[in-house]
C-alpha cells in the first residue's frame, strides 16, 4: 500500500488558479498509476484526471484545457494545476493510486490508495 497526502487546496475566486500536490510514503519503490477525484457536497464522487507511471494522461471533458496534471516519479509527488477555475470545480479533492498497469483508468474502484482530500473553493 501507498500512503497519500494531498495540499494545497484553497479559495480562490472564478478565473483563478491552484495547484495541488499529493505526497506518495511507504511502497513507492513500486510502479503506480494515480489519479485525482472530486466530490461536491450532495453528489457523488466523480473522476478527473489520471496519469500513468510513465505520464500518459487523461482528462474528464469538462477540465480539458483547464487542468493538468503531472508528477515527478524521483519526488514521488503528483500535481494537479488547476487554471480558469468555475465555481462548478468546488469540491473535495481526492489522490489516489493503484500499482501500474497497462492503460489509464477512471474508475474508482481500481485504486486501492486515497489520500484525505483537500479542499478546493472557487467563488463567483
Known amino acids: 500500500q501507498v500512503q497519500l497526502v494531498e495540499s494545497g487546496g484553497g479559495l480562490v475566486q472564478a478565473g483563478g488558479s491552484l495547484r495541488l500536490s499529493c505526497a506518495a510514503s511507504?511502497?513507492?519503490?513500486?510502479?503506480?498509476?494515480m489519479a485525482w477525484f472530486r466530490q461536491a457536497p450532495g453528489k457523488e464522487r466523480e473522476f478527473v484526471a489520471a496519469?500513468?507511471?510513465?505520464?500518459?494522461?487523461t482528462y474528464r471533458d469538462s477540465v480539458k484545457g483547464r487542468f493538468t496534471i503531472s508528477r515527478d516519479n524521483a519526488k514521488n509527488t503528483m500535481y494537479l494545476q488547476m487554471n480558469s477555475l468555475k465555481p462548478e470545480d468546488t469540491a473535495a479533492y481526492y489522490c489516489a493510486a493503484r500499482r501500474a498497469a497497462w492503460v489509464n483508468s477512471r474508475a474508482e474502484a481500481d485504486y486501492g490508495s486515497w489520500g484525505q482530500g483537500t479542499q478546493v473553493t472557487v467563488s463567483s
Open positions: 511507504g511502497r513507492t519503490g513500486s510502479s503506480y498509476d
Open positions: 496519469i500513468t507511471w510513465s505520464g500518459v494522461t
